[in-house]
């Protein structure tokens, strides 16, 4: 019997075929996109794009580099300048320019491009100058506005904290938006004094600042300075208010009576 050499299987020979295509073409391919980096480029993770290394920028498809001024730095960015000024400088026409900073003043922001007063002082004309707080005044902390206010018994008038004149029967406002003084429960503002208000017999102080001051108790009736008793008709009650009154279900209210049937 004469033994015969077979040639590898399908499978075995499609295996071949894979490996050699792999190694001809996989360098081929590695070169292309090496070949597509600029000079002073690196490629990202995954090998089809690429950036400019640091102290360099993109500019039409290549990497120059970065020209950094004196007193700035160099950013994470391959776009733009590519550079950026230090603390207490400004850019300015592609140089760093120190922070002109006046007396009583200091840098501000996470940049250090701009500065502010420091407390007592307040900005005029590119300076700090000093806040004249007047007697029975004291600093505030706004930026705005004179830079001060007077304290509680006094109003602000022109550069003075001139004392609030209270008169009989009031107190001194507690609201710094509205200095000045407010009467006491049980009196009224009339041409800048506090007069008693006065409450007739069955009537009560409201509270109230508009008005006369004073409400009457239920089944009682506001009848010009007095409170009158409020007469009920025949099948009626007071109402919510305690100050009028309505007709008991069906009646229906007709004029001052009550009365069944529909009105007319």
């Keep these: ?23 001809s ?20 993770t995954y090998g089809t794009r690429w950036r400019c290394n640091s102290g360099f920028r993109k500019v039409d498809g290549a990497c120059v580099v970065v020209s950094v001024p004196e007193n700035a730095f160099l950013t994470d960015s391959s776009y733009g300048s590519g550079w950026r000024c230090r603390y207490g400088y400004r850019e300015n026409g ?19 491009d701009r500065w502010l ?14 806040i004249d707080v007047p007697a029975n005044g004291y600093l505030t902390e706004s930026s705005n506005g004179s830079g001060w206010a007077c304290g509680r018994g006094y109003r602000a008038t022109n550069d003075a904290c001139v004392a609030i004149a209270v008169p009989a029967n009031a107190y001194l406002a507690f609201s710094p938006s509205n200095p000045g003084w407010e009467c ?14 006065e409450v007739p017999e069955h009537g009560y102080l409201s509270g109230h600042t508009y008005g006369n001051g004073w409400e009457c108790i239920r089944g009682y009736r ?6 009158v008793a409020v007469e009920l008709p025949e099948n009626a009650h007071l109402d919510s208010s305690g100050n009028d009154w309505d007709c008991n279900k069906p009646y229906r209210k007709r004029r001052d009576t009550c009365v069944l049937g529909r009105p007319q």
């Design 1 to 23: 019997m004469i033994a015969t050499s077979r040639g590898p299987g399908p499978v075995a020979y499609a295996l071949i075929l894979l490996i050699a295509l792999a190694g």
């Design 184 to 197: 006491d429960r049980g009196y009224r503002e009339v041409d800048g004094a506090c007069n008693a208000i």
């Design 117 to 130: 007063c420091e407390r007592g002082y307040r900005r005029v004309s590119g300076s700090c100058a000093a």
């Design 222 to 227: 506001k009848a010009g300075a007095s409170c």
């Design 94 to 112: 592609g140089a760093c320019d120190p922070i002109a900073l006046p007396s009583n003043a200091y840098l501000s922001g996470a940049s250090g």
């Design 25 to 44: 073409t996989g360098p081929a391919r590695a070169q292309g996109v090496e070949s597509a980096i600029p000079a002073n480029a690196s490629a990202n």
